[in-house]
């Protein structure tokens, strides 16, 4: 495993913590206004000219910081894809610290894993897009072994992304789902049939929370130009979204 960077303290990255975030490097996903395109893949990563975190020297860290800290997250890229991730865990978790993790959700036996083996206290899981149109949101299509829907839609990834919110919402953790609404990429009746395929899953009360998009540091440098939702309209879709999951919230946002 490659960590990528460190915040050392964060009052915001995990909920009713005082924690730090550590970001590992590599991603399956591709998702053009991703604003971490440095820690998508190592040649990205190489080329950005940062330095990794030495696990030594993470470790170390958290040696001397156990006291203040009450939790680590681990966020990405995606960190799922490294199979040392329960090792990390584990070594956290020894250290008497709580841990959260970030994830896109594309590999469900990978947290199974971490729940059951009791790795992991918070998860939150980035739902990208409404299910019919993810394969656009995330800009990658996952062999399904040729099998796609009329519109290209991949259905194994999809299977998966169903597959990792429902072991999630009935893992007994702490958990929220998230969107980040991103202009050209969604619009309200997107975001509404995101919730409407949520509430298949998972039922009308799971943790939502929609996020705009910041036009920083994106994979894609037309997304730069991108300007984000403004307030008022974010509240009209999280007014819509609220019909249908009740505990929807905005973040980031005066409601």
Not at 27 to 35: D, I, L, Y
Not at 137 to 148: E, M, Q, T
Not at 163 to 184: A, D
């Amino acid at each position: 495993m490659i960590l990528g960077g460190l915040q050392k303290t964060t009052l915001i990255d995990f909920p009713g913590r005082v924690a730090c975030t550590v970001f590992t490097v590599g991603c399956n996903f591709r998702c053009p206004f991703c604003h971490n395109k440095d820690l998508l893949a190592q040649g990205l990563f190489k080329k950005s000219g940062i330095k990794p975190i030495p696990e030594d020297y993470f470790f170390e860290f958290l040696e001397k910081r156990k006291k203040i800290l009450d939790g680590v997250c681990i966020t990405g890229g995606e960190p799922t894809i490294w199979k040392d991730l329960p090792h990390l865990c584990q070594k956290i978790k020894d250290l008497g610290l709580e841990v959260k993790l970030d994830s896109n959700g594309s590999n469900p036996k990978v947290l199974k894993n971490l729940i059951d083996k009791k790795l992991i206290d918070f998860i939150a899981m980035d739902v990208k897009s409404s299910f019919d149109e993810y394969s656009r949101a995330i800009n990658v299509k996952i062999s399904a072994k040729g099998r796609s829907s009329p519109g290209g839609q991949n259905l194994k990834l999809i299977k998966s992304i169903k597959k990792s919110i429902k072991i999630i919402s009935s893992s007994g953790l702490e958990y929220e789902f998230r969107t980040t609404v991103v202009p050209g990429i969604h619009d309200k009746k997107t975001i509404v049939n995101l919730a409407k395929d949520l509430k298949k899953v998972i039922g009308k009360n799971g943790n939502y929370y929609l996020q705009s998009f910041r036009p920083q540091n994106c994979l894609d440098p037309k997304y730069l130009q991108i300007k984000p939702f403004n307030d008022s309209q974010m509240k009209k879709i999280i007014l819509a979204v609220k019909k249908i999951l009740p505990k929807a919230r905005l973040r980031g946002n005066s409601e």
